[in-house]
């Protein structure tokens, strides 16, 4: 019994298990990005294999908020379609830094990476008369704007394209108890999309190669 808690004590996973849930925000979107759900399993004292899925918002680098012509309410110059990306994602957990029993902080280097797919819908500005118009269409026929139409206006005419997605980062991880995890993540995601998405796509430049720095905050649980 005694070398057996000894043991335990020196395992620096001493569950098999964790469960993730988290919020991002990144340099090439919105304060609130996206949200992702990771599931880690034990694989040796020091390693947890990852599988996650994560759902963000795209914007172009030119992509700028201005206010409607009507009504005073905003809207996205030049922008034309909003890009969804649904991210799987497989990978490894390496611990750095075991925390203290009950105090400490927690450190994981995390590399995942996996297929992505990004769904392309029209971002549809609202006329004075109620039409559903973009921005191209606005430039031709000038009217009133009464601001963005809401994101599932243009759900019908999605369309899509596949890519790959590569993520790099640190957890910090400051949860009391073994069993549950509070903390953040910070580090760095690259996209490559198989075709350029047209986000903005009058008088600027678009990509298929979407770059960023990411901070994400995160809960979760463990056995």
Do not use: C, W
């Not at 031709?140 to 601001?147: A, K, L, T």
């Not at 949860?175 to 690259?190: N, R």
């Amino acid at each position: 019994m005694p070398f057996l808690s000894v043991g335990q004590e020196d395992d620096p996973f001493d569950y098999g298990q964790e469960f993730l849930f988290g919020v991002s925000t990144s340099t090439n979107s919105g304060f609130i990005s996206g949200a992702f759900f990771r599931y880690s399993a034990k694989q040796t004292d020091r390693i947890l294999q990852t599988y996650g899925i994560e759902f963000a918002n795209i914007r172009h680098p030119q992509e700028r908020k201005v206010q409607s012509n009507f009504y005073g309410s905003n809207i996205y110059e030049g922008k034309e379609n909003y890009l969804m990306s649904m991210r799987l994602m497989y990978g490894y957990d390496a611990l750095l830094f075991k925390k203290a029993d009950r105090k400490g902080v927690q450190i994981n280097a995390v590399m995942a990476g996996g297929p992505s797919v990004g769904f392309i819908s029209p971002y549809y500005l609202r006329g004075e008369s109620g039409e559903l118009l973009q921005y191209s269409e606005y430039l031709s026929n000038p009217q009133g704007i009464i601001g963005a139409a809401n994101y599932f206006a243009g759900f019908g005419e999605m369309d899509a394209t596949v890519g790959l997605n590569l993520r790099l980062s640190l957890l910090f991880e400051f949860g009391t108890f073994k069993s549950s995890i509070t903390g953040f993540e910070v580090g760095g995601v690259a996209e490559y999309f198989a075709q350029e998405v047209e986000i903005v796509p009058t008088g600027t430049k678009n990509y298929n190669f979407y770059p960023a720095l990411f901070l994400s905050i995160l809960f979760g649980s463990r056995k």
